[in-house]
């Protein structure tokens, strides 16, 4: 199964995160399908990218998004307006 979740990146004390799709059953730091966009916390206020079309298109093929990734897709419909 499909998993559309987040993938740390950066080091131990500024981390980013990509929004990648995998394999659920692979490890989160291991090989990806394709990348959505990127999710920066520790700016103020937090910067989220995410190609919501593809995402979408991802979902209606099948791929479970995880629960920090669905409230970021969230953000970034409300944001594009």
Do not use: C, N
């Not at 499909?2 to 490890?27: C, H, M, N, Q, W």
């Not at 989220?48 to 209606?60: P, Q």
């Amino acid at each position: 199964m499909l998993k559309i979740r987040l993938r740390r990146a950066g080091t131990r004390s500024k981390p980013f995160y990509r929004i990648v799709v995998s394999d659920s059953e692979l490890r989160p730091s291991g090989d990806f399908v394709e990348t959505l966009g990127h999710y920066d916390p520790k700016t103020k206020p937090s910067k989220v990218k995410v190609d919501v079309e593809r995402a979408d298109a991802w979902i209606r093929k099948g791929a479970h998004a995880s629960d920090t990734v669905r409230k970021l897709l969230e953000r970034a419909r409300v944001a594009q307006g």
